[in-house]
């Protein structure tokens, strides 16, 4: 079945570094791509998605790009905050799915 | 963006009693909701989808029984833990995902801790 693999946390980092966060995933079909992010207390929120190879999704100031023949869609920004201290979900839903198929989550610190 | 609500926040109740979690989307219809069950530290996982005005269709191994959803309108969702037992401590989060945002977003609530004793 579809799945989602992303990279353990906890990730650490200091203010101002790059980050990437991997995901990788397993479905058939052209799947649509998602990145979740989960402040402290609060719901999960969409952060950006790409529902077609070579798309870019885009949001305040991440990125991740849909790259179907290494079945990738990993997070990257070039400059965290401390405010993007928070947990990260890469998800897939199929083509003419319903469903949407989390990864375990990635949970990323910041440094001041 | 649209806003779906779940009440109560977090709840604590004796093992053996039911316990009701409402969720609601507020400035959209929810054609469909999704309930889903977050363990400390772990992903989330997709326990029943439910479409408005029909019986929820569950992920296998979650006892029907057990969890009941009724999806009676299209801005509301219900989901009751019934004889309630430590093991169902969880961490319960609603989705709704509505055709009439010109999207297919799924939008989620702030979940609901559950606390059995």
């Known amino acids: 079945g579809d799945s989602v693999t992303q990279m353990e946390g906890p990730v650490t980092l200091s203010e101002e570094a790059f980050l990437t966060i991997n995901c990788t995933y397993t479905a058939t079909g052209y799947p649509s791509l998602f990145w979740y992010v989960q402040y402290p207390g609060e719901g999960l929120q969409l952060l950006l998605k790409?529902?077609?190879?070579?798309d870019k999704g885009s949001n305040k100031g991440f990125e991740a790009t849909y790259r179907k023949e290494t079945t990738s869609f990993h997070l990257e920004k070039g400059s965290v905050q401390v405010s993007d201290s928070a947990v990260y979900f890469c998800?897939?839903?199929?083509?003419?799915?319903?469903?949407?198929?989390f990864g375990a989550g990635t949970r990323l610190f910041v440094k001041a | 963006g649209a806003v779906v609500s779940q009440h109560p926040s977090w709840v604590i109740c004796k093992s053996g009693t039911s316990v009701k979690i409402e969720c609601r989307s507020l400035?959209?219809?929810?054609?469909?909701m999704f309930w889903y069950r977050q363990f400390p530290k772990q992903s989330l996982m997709l326990m029943a989808t439910s479409n408005e005005g029909s019986k929820a269709t569950y992920e296998q191994g979650v006892e029907k029984d057990k969890f009941l959803i009724n999806h009676a309108s299209l801005t509301l969702s219900t989901l009751t833990v019934t004889s309630a037992h430590p093991e169902d401590s969880s961490f319960y989060i609603c989705?709704?995902?509505?055709?009439?945002?010109?999207?297919?977003?799924?939008?989620f609530g702030p979940g609901t801790r559950l606390t059995v004793l």
């Open positions: 989705s709704a995902r509505g055709a009439s945002d010109g999207t297919d977003t799924q939008y």
């Open positions: 998800a897939l839903r199929g083509s003419g799915g319903f469903k949407t198929i």
């Open positions: 790409a529902t077609k190879a070579d």
């Open positions: 400035d959209f219809q929810a054609t469909t």
